[in-house]
């Protein structure tokens, strides 16, 4: 026996009086499409994510292996393999095609043929993380020329516009 909730049941109902509703309801139904999944970012061996607190903060990691479902396995070129909480991890859109547990070689080789690297620097996310290091590691000086940098681009854009609104 089907079990409805009482507000869909409700609503049916009060579709079934008001006939302007029940085409809306039905078209609703009709256009839905299992194919097209709105989240993509799964977690699952071969997964990259970037690590998203404690000393390895910043990390591009491979899951390698799915412990239970708080923790999974990560290995990185650059870093022991270790277990590491789902809650410190930041899943990515990039996946690397690798069997479960890969040794270190392997799994360096698979980095390097699908990429990773350079998919995360041309990656939204990536470059804005790459500007955020490159501003948090300027001086003060370095602050100063941008600043007056910022400065003279708004002075040559205010002049360009005020000659547009000039000619029109």
Same mark, same amino acid.
């Given at each position: 026996?089907?079990?409805?909730?009482?507000?869909?049941?409700?609503?049916?109902?009060?579709?079934?009086?008001?006939?302007?509703? /029940?085409?809306?309801?039905?078209?609703?139904?009709?256009?839905?499409?299992?194919?097209?999944?709105?989240?993509?970012r799964?977690?699952?061996?071969?997964?990259?994510?970037?690590?998203?607190?404690?000393?390895?903060?910043?990390?591009?990691?491979?899951?390698?292996?799915?412990?239970?479902?708080?923790r999974? /396995?990560?290995?990185?070129?650059?870093?022991?393999?270790?277990?590491?909480?789902?809650?410190?991890?930041?899943?990515?859109?990039?996946?690397?095609?690798?069997?479960?547990?890969?040794?270190?070689?392997?799994?360096?080789?698979?980095?390097?043929?699908?990429?990773?690297?350079?998919?995360?620097?041309?990656?939204?996310?990536?470059?804005?993380?790459?500007?955020?290091?490159?501003?948090?590691? /300027?001086?003060?000086?370095?602050?100063?020329?941008?600043?007056?940098?910022?400065?003279?681009?708004?002075g040559?854009?205010?002049?360009?516009?005020?000659?547009?609104?000039?000619?029109?």
């Amino acid at each position: 026996m089907l079990r409805l909730n009482t507000k869909v049941v409700n609503f049916l109902d009060f579709a079934y009086f008001r006939n302007d509703y /029940l085409p809306q309801f039905a078209s609703a139904l009709c256009n839905y499409s299992p194919e097209k999944m709105p989240f993509k970012r799964y977690v699952e061996i071969g997964r990259v994510a970037l690590v998203n607190y404690g000393k390895d903060y910043g990390k591009l990691v491979v899951i390698v292996d799915v412990i239970d479902q708080n923790r999974a /396995l990560v290995d990185s070129p650059d870093m022991v393999r270790g277990q590491m909480n789902f809650k410190r991890l930041t899943l990515t859109d990039i996946k690397i095609d690798i069997n479960r547990v890969p040794n270190k070689k392997t799994l360096v080789a698979a980095m390097e043929a699908a990429d990773v690297k350079s998919k995360w620097e041309k990656s939204s996310w990536g470059r804005k993380l790459i500007v955020q290091k490159k501003r948090a590691s /300027l001086n003060d000086f370095d602050r100063f020329k941008i600043m007056l940098a910022k400065i003279k681009k708004a002075g040559v854009v205010r002049q360009e516009l005020a000659k547009l609104k000039k000619t029109t």
